[in-house]
C-alpha cells in the first residue's frame, strides 16, 4: 500500500510537500494542488522514488520546470516528482549525483572513456555531463565562462535540461540535438539506459523520451572553446531579442502551438484577427500572438477556450491545424 513515509524516508522529509499548488511550479501560473509535490536532491533518490510511486502504482509526473505545461484548476490527484531545486543548496553526498550537477571534462579526462566517445572526434572538445534538474540559463552560463562556444541559443529557453531534452528544445538556429551526445534514460521496467544520440529520435520539438514516455537522468554535451566575450555577448543579443519580440512580463507556457509546416503560427494567429483575443484573464499576447498569456489570475478552463477557440478559427480561415506545444498535466 503506498505511504507518503516511505516517499519520505526515500527522498527526505524536507524535500516532499502535500498539496502544493501546481501554479507556483508552472509558468503559465496556473494548476490547483498537487496531492504530493516531491522534489529529490539527488538523482539516485529521484530514481528509487520513481520506482516506489510505480511499484504502487501512483499516478505520477515528471515536472522540470514547468514552463511548457498547462495544469489544471482541480490540480493532480498523485505524484509530482520535480527535477528541479529552485534555490536549494545541495550538499555533498557520497556515492550520489546531484539533480542538477555540472561536470566538466576536458580531452585529456580520463571519465570521458566510460561513455566510450570517440576520441578522434572529441579531441578538440569538452564533454559536459548535466543533470536533469539543472536551468538551461545556468547551464548556458557556467560554460560560456568558461569558454565553451555553442550553447548560447539556450541561455533564454525557461527550462530544466530533463525538460529540454524531452522537447529537443530550440531557438534562433540553434536545438538540442546540435550539441547533445547522448542521455542517461529511465525506462518503464525500471532499467537505466545509456541512449546515443541517434537513438533519442530528437525531431522539431518531439523525442523518443515524449513517445516513450521515458525519463531522462542525466545526458552528455560536447562544445568547442570559443572567445568568452563573444559568447557573452552573443547571450545577451538573444536574450535581448526575446525581451523585444515576446510578452515576458506576462505569465506563459512560451509558443503555445508547434510551427505548422510551411507557416508561423503566430503569422497565421494574427491573419485570423485573433490578437488580443480574450477569455477571463487567458488571452492571445498582443506583443506576440504565438503567445497565450495569463494576464492574472488565469485558470486551466480560460486557457483551454483560448487556445480551442484560436484552433478552430484557424483551422476554418486557412484550413492549417496548429497542434499544441505546450502540454496538458492532467
Ligand atoms: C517565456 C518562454 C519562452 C520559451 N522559449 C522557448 C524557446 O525559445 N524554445 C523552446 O524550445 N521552448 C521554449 N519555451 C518552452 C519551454 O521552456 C521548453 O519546452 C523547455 O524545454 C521545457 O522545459 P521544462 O523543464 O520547463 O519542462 P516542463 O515544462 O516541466 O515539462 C515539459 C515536458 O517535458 C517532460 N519532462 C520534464 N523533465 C523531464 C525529464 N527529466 N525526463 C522526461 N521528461 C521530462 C514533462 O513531463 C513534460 O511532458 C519557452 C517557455 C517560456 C515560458
Given at each position: 500500500m503506498f505511504q507518503i513515509e516511505e516517499l519520505c524516508s526515500i527522498v527526505g522529509k524536507e524535500n516532499v510537500i502535500c498539496d502544493e499548488l501546481l501554479s507556483k511550479h508552472t509558468t503559465f501560473h496556473i494548476g490547483g494542488k498537487a496531492k504530493y509535490f516531491v522534489s529529490p536532491n539527488y538523482i539516485e533518490d529521484f530514481v528509487e522514488a520513481v520506482a516506489y510511486v510505480r511499484k504502487e502504482k501512483q499516478p505520477y509526473f515528471i515536472l522540470g520546470n514547468g514552463s511548457n505545461l498547462l495544469a489544471y484548476?482541480?490540480?493532480?490527484d498523485g505524484v509530482i516528482l520535480a527535477t528541479h531545486l529552485p534555490n536549494r543548496k545541495i550538499e555533498a553526498c557520497e556515492g550520489k549525483v546531484a539533480m542538477d550537477a555540472l561536470v566538466m571534462m576536458p580531452p585529456k579526462d580520463e571519465r570521458r572513456k566510460q561513455f566510450a566517445l570517440s576520441e578522434e572526434e572529441l579531441s578538440k572538445k569538452t564533454v559536459v555531463f548535466a543533470g536533469s534538474g539543472i536551468m538551461l540559463s545556468g547551464f548556458a552560463n557556467i560554460i560560456g565562462k568558461k569558454g565553451?562556444?555553442?550553447?548560447?541559443?539556450?541561455?533564454?529557453?525557461?527550462?530544466t535540461l530533463g525538460g529540454a531534452v524531452a522537447m529537443n528544445a530550440g531557438a534562433y538556429g540553434g536545438e538540442i540535438k546540435d550539441r547533445i551526445l547522448g542521455a542517461m534514460l529511465l525506462l518503464p521496467n525500471g532499467e537505466r539506459r545509456y541512449y546515443q544520440k541517434e537513438e533519442l529520435e530528437l525531431g522539431y520539438r518531439s523525442s523518443l523520451v515524449q513517445k516513450e514516455s521515458l525519463i531522462v537522468l542525466w545526458a552528455l554535451f560536447a562544445f568547442e572553446t570559443g572567445d568568452i566575450s563573444e559568447i557573452e555577448q552573443t547571450m545577451q543579443d538573444l536574450n535581448a531579442r526575446r525581451k523585444e519580440k515576446q510578452p515576458l512580463q506576462y505569465a506563459s507556457a512560451g509558443s503555445t502551438f508547434k510551427r505548422p509546416e510551411g507557416y508561423f503560427a503566430g503569422k497565421l494567429i494574427e491573419n485570423a484577427g485573433?490578437?488580443?483575443?480574450?477569455v477571463g484573464d487567458v488571452m492571445?499576447?498582443?506583443?506576440?500572438?504565438?503567445f497565450v498569456v495569463n494576464?492574472?489570475?488565469?485558470t486551466y478552463d480560460e486557457a483551454r477556450q483560448v487556445i480551442e477557440h484560436v484552433q478552430k478559427t484557424v483551422q476554418e480561415k486557412f484550413n492549417v491545424w496548429l497542434e499544441t506545444e505546450v502540454k496538458m498535466v492532467e
Open positions: 484548476d482541480k490540480g493532480y565553451l562556444a555553442g550553447f548560447e541559443f539556450a541561455s533564454g529557453i525557461p527550462g485573433l490578437r488580443g483575443y480574450r492571445v499576447s498582443e506583443k506576440h500572438c504565438g494576464v492574472g489570475e488565469g
